[in-house]
């Protein structure tokens, strides 16, 4: 083979992609600006970012070929992200040994060895030993492939709770109300919550929930997933009783029929309205600004003022604000709601955040209504 820059003959290629060869470090260095933009990044490069982050990875691929999409449940994959952390911020260990025992099938044997050398223990480390079958058989993600893998996996959890009729059947030929629900079936009995992107995020009453003083502020999410979990698990609600329920807007009675009390749910407003039902454009605006792959969708830019925007930086700082604004413990999006249909956002947001940098005339809407 040649360098791709200066075409001397060289046996050399980039650690990422094997597919361009360069003769000396220069020569790469050189070709950095050039290379970086179809050169795309390892999921270890993607998996030390979530780890400086201390988060659980996102992407699909980092989920799928470090482990994540093996565990049972949150807990599982808090403790695995553990594990990650100690391995690079204490450690030290970088992206490219990380990929190298991936792409090795020596993942497991290379994280014992750094532990190990570096005579590190932990919490974190001793669960791995008890639960090393977890990094065992990970393979190349492969987009739809994998992805159907997965779901035919978690579907297979969610088939005692479908008909006789319904287990026959695909999971792309129900209804959207029905794929909805089973989809939160799908989350709630492998003990997540849903992600911000979801659209069961909104339906189904997490997008009301407040942030919690939990690490991660999602201590009322976890509740409703809770209560959801009783309802599935321990009263062996149906999918089609659900599916009703959802459809006739009588979640939360089929809630409060099988499970007993529950006063949370009114005494924290926690919505959970119809399938077709509108929503409040609130917590499209909550979807938008705490997700990175969320758009901005017409209500939001009418009733929130980006209407007002005439530049992305100004976009981008109105965006940042609400971020700011719902992180914020004393914030309720029913409020925010309220604040909007009264024309009073600025008086609104000023009561939760009075030392930020605000501008009155980029929070106006077109409320209240004549």
């Given at each position: 083979m040649e360098c791709s820059l200066c075409k001397k003959p060289t046996n050399s290629c980039c650690s990422r992609c094997k597919a361009r060869y360069y003769c000396s470090k220069e020569c790469q260095k050189k070709d950095y600006v050039n290379h970086v933009l179809d050169c795309p990044p390892r999921s270890a490069d993607?998996?030390?970012k979530s780890a400086y982050a201390d988060l659980?990875?996102?992407?699909?691929?980092?989920?799928h070929e470090?482990?994540?999409?093996?565990c049972k449940d949150p807990r599982e994959k808090s403790m695995l992200l553990g594990l990650y952390i100690g391995l690079i911020k204490?450690?030290?260990?970088?992206?490219?040994?990380?990929?190298?025992?991936?792409?090795?099938?020596?993942?497991?044997?290379?994280?014992?060895?750094a532990y190990n050398d570096a005579g590190v223990t932990s919490g974190y480390y001793q669960w791995f030993l008890e639960n090393e079958n977890l990094l065992q058989g990970l393979h190349k993600y492969e987009g739809e492939k994998s992805d159907k893998a997965l779901m035919d996996k978690y579907y297979a959890m969610v088939k005692p709770y479908l008909s006789v009729h319904d287990?026959?059947?695909?999971?792309?030929s129900f209804s959207e109300p029905k794929r909805n629900v089973i989809v939160l079936y799908l989350i709630t009995l492998i003990g997540c919550i849903p992600r911000v992107e979801q659209q069961c995020w909104i339906d189904f009453g997490f997008s009301s929930c407040k942030v919690g003083k939990d690490h991660l502020g999602e201590e009322e999410e976890i509740r409703l997933s809770k209560l959801y979990r009783k309802l599935i698990v321990q009263e062996g609600c149906?999918?089609?009783?659900?599916?009703d329920a959802y459809v006739s807007g009588t979640v939360v009675d089929l809630l409060k029929r099988k499970c007993g009390s529950c006063s949370w749910l009114s005494e924290n407003r926690i919505e959970i309205q119809a399938h077709h039902q509108p929503k409040k454009s609130v917590y499209y605006l909550k979807q938008y600004v705490l997700s990175e792959s969320v758009g901005l969708q017409n209500s939001v830019w009418a009733d929130y003022g980006f209407m007002n925007c005439r530049t992305e930086n100004e976009i981008r700082q109105l965006k940042q604000m609400y971020k700011k604004l719902i992180k914020t413990p004393q914030f309720d999006p029913r409020d925010l709601h309220k604040a909007c249909l009264a024309g009073?956002?600025?008086?609104?947001?000023?009561?939760?955040?009075?030392?930020?940098?605000?501008?009155?005339?980029?929070?106006?809407?077109l409320y209240p209504l004549k």
């Open positions: 993607d998996l030390v659980v990875p996102t992407k699909p691929a980092v989920l470090y482990g994540f999409n093996n204490i450690i030290g260990c970088s992206a490219s040994q990380i990929h190298s025992w991936w792409e090795n099938g020596e993942l497991s044997l290379g994280i014992k060895k287990q026959s059947l695909s999971f792309e149906k999918v089609d009783e659900f599916n009073k956002i600025f008086n609104y947001v000023r009561s939760i955040l009075p030392n930020e940098e605000l501008k009155a005339d980029l929070l106006r809407n």
